[in-house]
């Protein structure tokens, strides 16, 4: 692990209109770690995402990934940039007029030589990979249901073995074992990979499983990160009840 | 022993990449193998980083390989590895056949290189072969039936979705208090009265350009005052009402269709439903009652906003007093005429309205499939109106009018 963090945010404000989001937010993901980011609905998670990824543009405040500052650079860097991150958002965003296969066929042709023979394997790789049947690639999307969709957006997240990942809630919305079967996937991948991962979920049972540290968001900062043993120590109400909560304890089996 | 080495020019990827590059990151070396045969066995020695930006530089030599002794795998000289690496390695293996027999053979010390090709093993499979393309004659045969067939089975859709459609109005008229007013002037007002500026715009200037055509043909017989009855006849019986047709069928079916489709992709209409709202009573006959009002009373617009351009041309070009015009319209162009025009204007908004919802319900899952019912959409309701006008004509002409 290096001394530098993979992403580095200072002092980060965004809004909406009037409605501000976050506020002298401060927050450090470091190299192969996984953290999970959590908080009430409505405190910004995927805003956050969003704005590391440089699809929604902070009011104030730096943010580093690599130990690039996004806004500053140009174009050709911002590719170079984009080719070692995947993002798998919240319904999958799988481009509906393609087949699964030439899905997680698209980030190859975008960003690499691969020929069409080998890129096809490789996208066929994935598919599998994340846990999908083989003959899911020559499906659309649309015929796919709520769970294999996301598989198939986490095949086309991983398409350029990227060091960085960036998950939207990837288990919400699945039944516990397809979940399970998620957190071990992505635990497989990070280790044998050394995959960084910036994971925004509500699923106690991922954190438990798969997070090195978790952030807690709200009162538009991150009000507490550590593992989840110093985060039950933390005095907060809403973390309390979080990791005190029925669902909570029965996670991590206290 | 023999002894192959193979090298890819690949260093300008590298160098292409560089620029944007983490500082901390090492720079990526090109993959490279090198065959080591002997009798037992072949060593595939690995050196550089085989990574996705990479691997394609390899990937002929690597399928190109024709192995017979059992292959092993030497990775101490491996640089970085990642799933593509590690892919094309297991499938080399798995080509030379040694990879049959649970593990692969590895030899070396590399950090994650073993774990990596285990993982990829598991689920990598040889890619399914893909269909050949039949470009025969007959597949242009089968084609060419299977687009006859579609059409006859869409007329025949389109014909039972207006029984239905109608029957459903029926049983609606016999219980107004049952229709959705808030439902019908809101369509009235967005596809009839926002629509009423660019037809009569549209109108207009085609009385205009009939008008010109008229004086320039006539004024060599000195006929020219009977550029009015050109304008009086082609616009009440012909141009006001399928210049409305056609705006309606590109404006009011995109958006009719849009909106349902919308609402059928995101399970809105599924939902509906199941809280026991039928959505031939929420969303189809609403907009069939407001297209059968306002059509009419568009077309009527039309036909006077195209009168008065003729008027105008008349006026400017032919120095035929506008008062003179009306007198002379009034005279010699029968009522007939304007009733014949009207009454195609009901006729034509049914047939865009229904086009529209069908079209509209016809969406499936997926984005592709609502841009495609739009376009039928139009291009169906386009179709229908000049066919029917064609029609129209053929009708009025046997009861000589």
């Given amino acids: ?102 899905n997680v066929m ?26 999908l049947e083989p003959d899911a690639g020559d499906k659309f999307p649309s015929d796919l249901s709520g769970g294999m969709r996301k598989r198939a957006a986490l095949a086309r997240a991983l398409a350029l073995d990227p060091e960085l990942l960036f998950l939207d809630e990837p288990t919400a919305g699945l039944d516990p074992i397809t979940a399970a079967g998620f957190d071990t ?61 029925p669902r909570g304890r029965a996670a991590t089996g206290h | 022993m023999k002894f192959h080495l193979f090298e890819c020019p ?54 190109a390989l024709n192995v017979s002794s059992p292959l092993a795998v030497d990775v101490s000289d491996l640089g970085k590895l990642d799933t593509a690496g590690a892919f094309v390695i297991d499938r080399t ?65 389109t014909l039972a979705f207006l029984g239905e459609t109608l029957a459903t109005c029926a049983r609606m008229l016999l219980q107004p208090w049952k229709l ?72 009011t079916n995109s958006s009719f269709t849009a909106q349902i489709g919308t609402m059928k992709m995101r399970q809105e209409i599924d939902a509906m439903q199941t809280l026991g709202l039928k959505p031939m009573e929420v969303l189809v006959v609403p907009r069939v009652l407001a297209m059968l009002i306002m059509t009419p009373v568009l077309a009527f617009a039309a036909t006077l906003a195209g009168i008065a351009g003729g008027v105008m041309v008349a006026w400017l070009a032919l120095d035929i007093n506008p008062g003179v015009f009306i007198v002379r319209l009034r005279d010699s162009v029968p009522l007939d005429q304007f009733w014949v025009g009207m009454s195609k204007a009901p006729v034509f908004g049914l047939v865009c309205v229904l086009i529209a919802c069908r079209q509209g319900l016809n969406v499936g899952g997926s984005v592709q499939s609502l841009g495609r019912a739009t376009t039928t959409s139009v291009v169906q309701a386009l179709f229908s109106i000049i066919a029917i006008d064609a029609l129209f004509a053929i009708f009025y002409m046997e009861l000589d009018i």
């Fill in chain 1, 1 to 102: 692990m290096s001394a530098d963090p993979i992403i580095r945010i200072r002092d980060l404000e965004t809004r909406f209109g009037t409605h501000t989001v976050h506020e002298h937010l401060d927050l450090d993901v470091e190299r192969g770690e996984v953290l999970g980011v959590v908080g009430p609905s409505g405190t910004g998670k995927s805003v956050l995402l969003r704005a590391i990824v440089g699809l929604k543009h902070p009011s104030a405040g730096s943010i580093e990934v690599f130990g690039r500052k996004l806004d500053t650079l140009g174009d050709e860097e911002r590719r170079s940039l984009e080719r070692r991150w995947g993002v798998m958002f919240q319904d999958g965003a799988l481009f509906s007029n393609l087949t699964v296969r030439e």
């Fill in chain 1, 106 to 131: 698209v980030p190859m042709k975008e960003h690499t030589n691969l020929g069409p023979k080998l890129s096809a394997e490789l996208a066929d790789m994935k598919i599998r990979l994340a846990g």
């Fill in chain 1, 185 to 245: 996937l992505l635990r497989q991948l990070q280790k044998s990979l050394g995959l960084s991962v910036f994971l925004v979920t509500h699923d106690v049972d991922t954190l438990n499983a798969v997070c090195d540290r978790i952030a807690v968001l709200g009162e538009k900062k991150v009000l507490a990160i550590g593992t989840i043993d110093e985060l039950r120590a933390f005095d907060h109400p809403w973390v309390q009840e979080y990791f005190g909560g």
């Fill in chain 2, 10 to 63: 690949c260093l300008k990827h590298v160098l292409l990449g560089k620029s944007g590059s983490y500082t901390l990151m090492a720079e990526t070396v090109s993959p490279e193998f090198a065959l080591d045969e002997s009798d037992e066995r072949t060593v595939l020695r690995l050196t550089g980083d085989w990574t996705v930006q990479h691997v394609q530089d390899v990937d002929d030599a690597l399928r």
């Fill in chain 2, 93 to 157: 293996l798995r080509a030379a056949g040694s990879a049959e027999e649970g593990e692969p053979e590895i030899i070396g010390d590399h950090p994650n290189a073993t774990r990596l090709i285990a993982q990829i093993h598991a689920v990598s499979t040889p890619a399914p072969e893909s269909p050949a393309q039949d470009g025969s004659i007959m597949a242009l045969l089968d084609r060419t039936g299977r687009s006859f067939m579609h059409i006859a089975s869409e007329s025949i859709a």
């Fill in chain 2, 180 to 251: 959705r007013w808030t439902s019908i002037v809101a369509v009235m007002e967005e596809s009839g009265l926002d629509a009423l500026p660019i037809i009569t715009f549209l109108s207009f200037f085609v009385g205009m350009v009939i008008a010109f055509i008229g004086a320039t043909t006539l004024k060599s017989f000195d006929l020219e005052i009977y550029t009015v009855e050109l304008i009086g006849y082609s616009e009440l019986r012909e141009f006001g009402v399928v210049l409305t047709g056609i705006v309606l069928a590109g404006r």
